[in-house]
């Protein structure tokens, strides 16, 4: 199969959704002609014209505010916010509003926007455009949130998204754009809530989100060497989760390790770690569930204090290690 990176495959996702429906749309801050701060949208306005992709002033709020107001009209708008962490001037418009349209209307609209943002460290770009805010949104009911750690899931991920009556919030971490990997060319979907198996293994469930599902894999390849087998458990949509692979994961392992970038107070891995330990998955825990988040600090600019901030592969190799060996 041919292989794209994370990026063209979200550019060929967009494509695909645009040329089947002419409801979709794109827009947001140098998504035109200068093809978004990543390129995700390069060439899609000399493909599809400037009433379809189209740059918007520098307001996140007006972002969002006419993504909901282009969906309650019958589109299936895409925003694209610049860096993930600009996200929060668009909150009322997110929390108050899209998240609550449908239910305070009784389901007789809905709200079918995409809202796309990069996230996450490791591009040197400091406190204010590296921040992982996916548990704001996981926080709001009515809000689906999805966390593609791969070029194929990307895509279908993306083409589901769009699809999906409800508005998402689709989280790109910004050093995946480059990685490359298999995407078939059709117009596929993958299922939002369904959680992967992206490695089997017997000794320790290593459940990572995003760019650490790449790093789990790399530490399982490492600890593989040593006789240890991870298994590696890719969420996927933070919200509403497929928790059942999740929890059958742990009830042949016996150990928990739960990895992401975010800070560990309020972060995700503690909402899994309490279904662990709320299922009768906890019955089968043979050590105590571990986490290995960021810091509860501000990304820093230097690049050594930047990688020191957040888990990297040799911290997921010598946790899993130790859960592995007894040594907790």
Not at 42 to 65: H, K, N
Not at 127 to 151: D, I, R, Y
Not at 180 to 198: F, H, N, Q
Not at 204 to 218: D, F, G, K
Request: one cysteine or more; proline letters at 6%.
């Amino acid at each position: 199969m041919r292989e794209l990176t994370y990026a063209e495959a979200l550019r060929e996702g967009l494509r695909q959704a645009m040329s089947a429906d002419e409801r979709v749309f794109v827009m947001g801050e140098d998504i035109g002609v200068y093809g978004g701060a990543f390129g995700v949208t390069s060439g899609l306005l000399q493909e599809f014209g400037d009433m379809r992709v189209f740059d918007t002033p520098i307001s996140e709020a007006v972002i969002a505010g006419a993504c909901i107001g282009a969906a309650l009209s019958g589109m299936r708008p895409v925003g694209e916010i610049q860096f993930m962490d600009f996200v929060t001037l668009s909150m009322e418009q997110l929390v108050l509003q899209a998240a609550k349209i449908r239910y305070m209307f009784g389901g007789k609209t809905s709200v079918p926007m995409v809202l796309r943002m990069p996230g996450g460290s490791g591009t040197g770009a400091a406190a204010q455009h590296s921040e992982s805010l996916e548990n704001w949104f996981v926080h709001v009911p009515g809000l689906k949130v999805v966390m593609p750690s791969n070029p194929y899931d990307a895509k279908g991920l993306l083409l589901a998204a769009i699809d999906d009556p409800n508005p998402v919030i689709f989280i790109e971490h910004k050093l995946l754009y480059k990685t490359k990997g298999p995407v078939p060319e059709d117009m596929y979907r993958v299922p939002l809530s369904s959680t992967r198996i992206a490695r089997e293994g017997r000794h320790v469930t290593v459940v990572a989100t995003s760019i650490m599902v790449n790093r789990a894999l790399e530490a399982a390849t490492t600890l593989a060497a040593e006789g240890i087998e991870l298994e590696v458990v890719d969420p996927r949509t933070l919200t509403p989760l497929d928790e059942e692979p999740i929890l059958a994961s742990v009830r042949k392992t016996g150990k928990a390790l739960i990895v992401h970038e975010a800070p560990g107070t309020g972060g995700y891995g503690g909402e899994l770690a309490a279904r662990i330990a709320g299922s009768d998955a906890f019955d089968y825990l043979e050590a105590p569930i571990r986490r290995l988040t960021g810091l509860d600090t501000p990304i820093p600019y230097n690049r050594n204090l930047e990688r020191a901030a957040v888990p990297q592969v040799d911290d997921i190799t010598r946790e899993a290690r130790k859960l592995a060996r007894g040594e907790y």
